[in-house]
């Protein structure tokens, strides 16, 4: 099949570039289909090649080993490998690795394993040719890692192309045309592959006119780009509005209870999986800042997601109904309204009545991809429902692309918190558990792929947390240096690694120090949230506020005296949150107010605390803007330029937070800086 097709293609590739060969062993006349092997062996060195040397250096089959010539494959490893392997099911994505002898062995039960399989011998690299090793099982921890794109057919007249996009326009339409860029998108689907994405949502959550005729007689524009994708295990999603009965097909309504708009989505899903047979499955956005949805009906979500699913469910598609529902018409007077509220509210009363094809999918905050949140308390509120957790790889509120943000270091705490407390499970394990992991994209058609050369690594990062939850953030950034700068063949390789790791290990929270204090969030400007500005949502509709006044500032989530948010978590974090001794600095604000004065664990006041963290983090931008500096001459010129123009950006933009907040929070408290630093 194609997915073979592929793997030939890339080792044909890579032997290619060494002056190897590849000889495809289902050409062979016994061939009989049977495991997927694809054994590697180092091409001989140029020296010792003769004429008529019969050893082939690479020799790939899709066929039983035993009926691969001995003159292509090393038998003896690849029986070692299955003898190793004791029976060992691999799974549909699954690949086993091992070296024997000379040869280096990547089994897989499918096709998409042995993608995968060969992307992981890339990033070994020489380490893959080495010494013998073991057989190791590698098998992907959530079954679905999918990103969702945030893209507009028809540029959005105030979003653009791309929504919360920081890379130029879509990688899949321009100008309300699919792009038709075949080499773009097979290279981005490699990418995404390299990273273990194996879903992709092509079009927005917000989804407007035109976008919501992909569904029906626009279905052969997102069958093009399932084409491109299919070759590299990428199955498609597509963004639906709950509104398309209406807005199609002139249906009087679009309830999920009538029979004639069951009957619409039966038959507009029937002839999507006519076009596009391994469709994922639709996205949506449903009763949230304008979303129509069940509510205008009088009914709730389960009975919106199960009309979806009930449609999709013949031909195993899935729905992924978002739980991002909250009032976005506020009142900000209104203190009993708790916009972290909202998504636990709406949702942990249905817990139970989702059909088994609907996956919930929530923000990994309660509130919206801030620098600092807490997990969302939904995670653990409903064992009965899938779920899949959603970060937003895309740098909305970290920094858009133009600051180095590397976000693996807080994914990962999220994916490692444990909602019941130690020895309970993690948040990986329950979106393990029939759910997925999702993350909203960063690409564009910029050529760098994400404005910023750095935060590709975002991209990968979520790939491979996906894959391997429990990787360390440092372990991954180590792989993505290795493939995006191949260090090995660098003139200063210890430099260029180290200065990497300094500029982007603690880059996340560098700029948490350098924005919004202690866990409250938002104080970015409106509407497209670059920069500061402390009160910009303050007295806005959205739910958004950090209650700061002459006398101290956080908004008070409590059971006790606030709006009860405290209450969602399970024991121990119900507790811990809810007291002002136990709960942690960082989010400190996020669930108390608090006056300027009150001192913090590490001992230092709020205030203080506000102003040592913001020029702290200033001095540690300005400590990466000359560190990147050495990297002149060891890397890419033209990467080299666009990180330093950034960089600039970054620093300028920095200094803006830090002033800006200073100087709010020292005439809100009228308390100085005890280091006497300038607090315009
Ligand atoms: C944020 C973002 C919106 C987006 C929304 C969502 O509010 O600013 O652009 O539509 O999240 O996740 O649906």
Same mark, same amino acid.
């Given at each position: ?73 090393? @038998? ?20 086993? =690795? ?116 992909? @569904? ?66 639709? =996205? ?134 444990? !909602? ?38 975002? @991209? ?22 290795? @493939?995006?700068?191949? !260090?090995?063949?660098?003139?200063? !390789? ?93 989010? =400190? ?92």
């Amino acid at each position: 099949g194609p997915l073979v097709d592929t793997v030939f293609g890339e080792v044909e590739r890579a032997c290619a570039g060494h002056g190897g060969a590849v000889r495809r062993a289902t050409d062979e006349p016994d061939a009989r289909p049977a495991d997927l092997v694809l054994a590697l062996t180092p091409a001989l060195p140029a020296a010792d090649r003769r004429p008529d040397d019969v050893r082939e250096p690479i020799a790939a089959s899709d066929t039983d080993p035993d009926a691969v010539p001995a003159a292509q494959v090393d @038998l003896d490893a690849v029986r070692a490998a299955h003898v190793d392997l004791a029976g060992a099911a691999l799974g549909a994505e699954g690949f086993a =690795l091992t070296r024997h002898g000379q040869v280096t062995v990547v089994l897989a039960d499918a096709p998409a394993g042995l993608l995968y399989g060969l992307f992981q011998v890339v990033r070994l690299g020489e380490a893959a040719f080495g010494p013998e090793c073991p057989v190791r099982v590698h098998r992907p921890a959530l079954g679905r890692r999918m990103l969702d794109h945030w893209d507009n057919v028809d540029p959005h007249p105030v979003m653009g192309q791309v929504e919360r996009g920081y890379a130029g326009g879509s990688i899949f339409w321009r100008d309300g045309r699919p792009r038709r860029d075949r080499a773009r998108a097979r290279a981005y689907a490699r990418l995404l592959a390299a990273c273990g994405v194996n879903a992709v949502a092509v079009n927005n959550v917000n989804v407007h006119a035109t976008e919501a005729r992909l @569904l029906t007689d626009r279905l052969d524009d997102v069958a093009e780009i399932a084409d491109e994708l299919r070759p590299y295990a990428i199955r498609v999603h597509l963004s639906v509005t709950f509104a398309a009965p209406v807005v199609l097909d002139g249906l009087p309504t679009a309830d999920p209870l009538d029979d004639a708009v069951r009957t619409w989505w039966a038959e507009a899903t029937r002839r999507v999986y006519a076009r596009i047979p391994d469709f994922g499955g639709y =996205l949506v956005k449903a009763d949230s800042e304008g979303q129509p949805g069940p509510f205008s009906y009088g009914r709730d979500h389960a009975d919106g997601a199960n009309l979806l699913a009930e449609a999709l469910a013949p031909y195993g598609g899935v729905v992924h109904w978002r739980a991002f529902v909250y009032n976005h018409r506020q009142d900000w007077r209104d203190r009993s309204t708790d916009r972290a509220r909202a998504a636990f509210d709406h949702f942990a009363p249905l817990d139970g009545r989702f059909r088994d094809n609907v996956i919930l999918q929530v923000k990994h905050g309660p509130m919206d991809f801030q620098a600092r949140e807490p997990v969302s308390p939904v995670i653990a509120a409903m064992p009965g429902t899938r779920l899949a957790v959603e970060f937003q790889v895309t740098q909305e509120y970290t920094g858009q692309q133009r600051h180095v943000c590397y976000l693996a270091p807080w994914w990962s705490e999220v994916l490692r918190y444990r !909602p019941w407390g130690d020895g309970g499970r993690s948040v990986a394990d329950v979106a393990a558990d029939g759910g997925d992991l999702v993350a909203v994209s960063n690409v564009g058609d910029d050529r760098f792929w994400t404005g910023h050369p750095l935060a590709q690594a975002n @991209l990968y990062a979520f790939g491979r947390l996906a894959w391997e939850p429990g990787l360390t953030p440092e372990a991954v950034l180590d792989e993505w240096i290795d @493939l995006t700068f191949d !260090p090995a063949r660098s003139t200063g !390789p210890a430099l260029l690694r180290r200065t990497l790791h300094e500029v982007m290990d603690d880059s996340w929270r560098t700029y948490e120090r350098y924005t919004a204090p202690l866990g409250v969030g938002f104080m970015v400007r409106p509407g497209h949230h670059y920069g500061p500005d402390v009160d910009g949502y303050e007295y806005t509709p959205w739910g958004t506020y950090h209650f700061a006044d002459r006398d101290g500032l956080g908004v008070d989530r409590t059971r006790a005296t606030g709006t009860g948010f405290t209450g969602q978590y399970p024991p121990p974090w119900s507790q811990v949150y809810e007291s002002l001794d136990e709960c942690p600095d960082e989010l =400190l604000l996020f669930f108390h107010h608090v006056p300027y004065d009150h001192v913090l664990h590490s001992g230092k006041t709020v205030i203080q605390h506000i102003y040592d963290s913001h020029f702290d983090g200033v001095r540690e931008v300005e400590e990466t803007v000359g560190r990147w500096q050495r990297l002149a001459g060891l890397i890419d010129p033209d990467v080299h330029a666009r990180v330093t123009e950034r960089l600039t950006e970054q620093l300028r933009c920095a200094r803006e937070w830090r002033d800006q907040v200073n100087a709010y929070f020292h005439r809100k408290s009228g308390t100085p800086d005890a280091h006497h630093r300038p607090l315009h």
